[in-house]
């Protein structure tokens, strides 16, 4: 991943009717370990990590990472938003923004993912206007693919990926 250029980071915290999207902290350690070591969170991306690793490897407070948001309910982590702009996971997002999110099962089947994505695109629309943002998810992710589909996001290719059909869409602000 890359920095987003000449945006500001961290921003003042993003409030949503339920939700607030703030940079990282310390206090969000375990969340992030939970959202790695999870089975459902990870199931369409190469599986869990091993909590024993990330217990070892994660570092006690984050580093600042432009365009990486923790999702809170309540004060409590439930997820985790990025748009950062890729080098190259997959050649189609390569120096474009892209939208990721991680949510904890707990979190699932309430909306908060649709809300904080849509506010996390608000924001990079305002931050950095005129820039579309890509999202890519496997065609078998059915969650992955009604969020981008609510979000907004348009079809611009299927192919083949990490031995899967994969998805990929673009994103860009038309209310100007």
């Not at 703030?22 to 790695?36: N, Q």
């Not at 309540?74 to 080098?87: A, C, F």
């Not at 990079?124 to 969650?143: I, K, M, S, W, Y």
């Amino acid at each position: 991943m890359t920095d987003l250029g000449p945006v500001d980071w961290p921003p003042a915290p993003i409030r949503t009717g339920r939700l607030v999207l703030r940079a990282p902290e310390a206090r969000d350690r375990a969340a992030f370990i939970d959202l790695r070591a999870s089975p459902e969170v990870s199931a369409y991306l190469g599986g869990p990590q091993p909590r024993e690793e990330l217990e070892r490897t994660t570092p006690a407070a984050p580093e600042p990472h432009p365009g990486c948001f923790a999702v809170t309910l309540d004060g409590s982590m439930i997820g985790q938003i990025t748009l950062y702009k890729e080098t190259g996971f997959l050649p189609q997002a390569a120096g474009r923004a892209e939208l990721g999110y991680l949510f904890l099962p707990r979190a699932w089947g309430h909306g908060y993912a649709a809300e904080a994505c849509a506010a996390a695109l608000d924001w990079f629309a305002d931050a950095l206007p005129g820039e579309a943002v890509v999202l890519a998810t496997q065609t078998a992710n059915l969650r992955s693919m009604r969020l981008a589909a609510r979000l907004g996001f348009t079809e611009v290719e299927r192919f083949e990926a990490y031995d899967a059909e994969q998805w990929f869409g673009l994103w860009s602000r038309t209310d100007g």
